[in-house]
């Protein structure tokens, strides 16, 4: 049984000025951040899902799996689409996706989420003081109707509110945080050391 990754990246970044995936953190781009811990949490393979100036972020990285989503500009549901279809043409029994700009997040919650589907979820999301956030696992049993539910800037959200009898919760809180960087305010409040982490006015509640 195989799991890959699957990595958003697309967007054009419209509040913090530019693709987030050409945002550095401690000298590395958080795209090759992301991809890593999906890998390490044991992830193969890795499929990144550009849109917004995909050839600079080819140029800047050594990514081995990209698919571009040309109608990136719809929206995170056009990303989910893109790299859901791309995986389909391919072997993997269920992918793990995760969003480029949550760089706190660890590869325990994605070992966590293989974890869940192994024991038989048929989708497992990662959840943070008992909130449903990001990553999330989806077997391929559900690929589809998930892409067919992914519209505009939802993505796996709608098909997962509908369907909660099939989602196990995954307690993550230990592994990392959801802390999602929209701005360049989240970044300088990230490398603050007196900035807590997720901040109290916590955004993105609602996974991928």
């Known amino acids: 049984m195989s799991v890959a990754g699957l990595l958003l990246a697309a967007g054009g970044g419209s509040r913090y000025g530019r693709p987030k995936a050409l945002v550095e953190l401690d000298g590395r781009l958080l795209v090759d951040r992301a991809a890593q811990v999906l890998q390490e949490g044991g992830c193969d393979p890795v499929l990144v899902v550009l849109g917004a100036q995909a050839e600079q972020v080819r140029a800047a990285t050594d990514l081995p799996h990209v698919v571009v989503a040309h109608d990136w500009a719809d929206g ?3 990303s989910l ?5 791309r995986l389909a ?6 992918c793990v996706v995760a969003l480029v700009d949550q760089p706190l997040v660890g590869s325990a919650a994605v070992t966590r989420l293989r974890s869940a589907w192994e024991a038989g979820a048929v989708a497992a999301v990662a959840t943070y003081g008992g909130r449903p956030r990001n990553p999330v696992l989806l077997d391929r ?6 892409a067919a539910a992914a519209l505009h800037d939802v993505g796996a959200r709608t098909w997962l509110r509908g369907h909660p ?3 196990t919760p995954v307690a993550c809180d230990d592994t990392g945080s959801p802390y999602d960087i929209d701005t360049t305010e989240d970044l300088a409040a990230l490398l603050d050391p007196q900035s807590p982490h997720p901040p109290p006015d916590d955004r993105r509640v609602t996974p991928a």
Do not use: K, S
């Open 81 to 85: 689409r893109a790299g859901l279809g």
């Open 165 to 167: 009898e099939q989602v």
């Open 89 to 94: 043409e391919g072997p993997a029994d269920a």
């Open 76 to 78: 995170m549901g056009a």
């Open 141 to 146: 049993a559900v690929w589809a109707d998930v």
